[in-house]
């Protein structure tokens, strides 16, 4: 069964910097897809970026250039580095998993993606 689970939120003032981390465990297809999302409250879910199992990213273009998506050395941690923020950052932010490829230059819709975090909240103050 696949488990994944986030770290790393908290309470940030604007132009800060933080890090989140998503562990995951279990099996996922060799061929898989980990994204990040995020949801504002009374607003639907939004893609942040996402990262196949080769290594590629695409990331959504309210975030680009100022967070950056990894892996760990084992690959069973997805690591997502939010630098600058901003108060229209505050989000509960999600890690999500498939068990197929990612797409090129889209992250894809929420129900695309079978295995979910919990959730993490960042909120940026101003």
């Known amino acids: 069964q696949v488990q994944l689970m986030e770290s790393g939120g908290g309470s940030v003032q604007a132009g800060g910097s933080l890090r989140l981390a998503c562990a995951h465990s279990g099996v996922i297809d060799s061929s898989h897809c980990m994204a990040w999302f995020r949801q504002v409250p009374g607003k639907g879910f939004e893609g942040v970026v996402s990262?196949?199992?080769?290594?590629?990213?695409t990331y959504a273009e309210s975030v680009k250039g100022w967070f950056s998506v990894s892996t760990n050395d084992a690959k069973n941690t997805l690591n997502l580095e939010m630098n600058n923020l901003k108060p229209e950052d505050t989000a509960m932010y999600y890690c999500?998993?498939?068990?197929?490829?990612?797409?090129?230059?889209?992250?894809?819709?929420?129900?695309?993606?079978?295995?979910w975090g919990q959730g993490i909240q960042v909120t940026v103050s101003s």
């Open positions: 999500a998993a498939r068990d197929y490829v990612c797409y090129i230059g889209n992250i894809g819709p929420r129900g695309d993606f079978a295995y």
């Open positions: 990262m196949s199992s080769a290594g590629s990213t």
